[in-house]
């Protein structure tokens, strides 16, 4: 036991043994939720108190929780990345297509694809050479 320097009992942080670390990591992939007869079983097993094999799965889960929500963040940041490049590479392709100088040997397909995609709103182009009489 361990004093404080006004004497009072001070708590000592257990140190686990790599069996008993391996132990809990092995049951805690299985579940990460120990009821109490579980608890108790893995407890006296193990050569620990509930108390430590409780606590001890409660840190472990925060530790999960922080790590799968980085993870998520991660994905989710990679994922808008690459939806981003993808958008961009598209938008250039247009633009590349729309710039280049149309051959005049080129199918009639494409120019007409290009012709819809860039055609301009309604409007009526008038003749500055006709007149209302006509």
């Known amino acids: 036991m361990v004093l404080d320097k006004d004497g009072k009992k001070k708590h000592s942080r257990p140190t686990f043994s790599g069996q008993q670390i391996f132990a809990l990591e092995k049951t805690f992939e299985q579940t990460k939720y120990l009821a109490g ?3 108790a079983r893995l ?20 530790k999960w929780r922080k790590r799968h929500a980085a993870e998520m963040a991660s994905a989710k940041k990679k994922h808008d990345s690459e939806t981003e490049k993808l958008k961009e590479s598209s ?28 055609k301009p709103t309604n409007l009526s182009l008038v003749s500055p050479c006709s007149t209302s009489s006509d």
Not at 108 to 115: A, F, G, Q, S
């Open 91 to 118: 938008d250039n392709e247009d633009d590349d297509e729309y710039n280049k100088p149309l051959d005049p040997n080129s199918d009639d397909e494409k120019i007409t694809r290009l012709l819809k995609k860039h």
């Open 43 to 62: 407890a006296y097993s193990l050569g620990m108190t509930e108390s430590q094999v409780k606590v001890w799965f409660q840190n472990r889960r925060t």
């Open 37 to 39: 007869p579980e608890r």
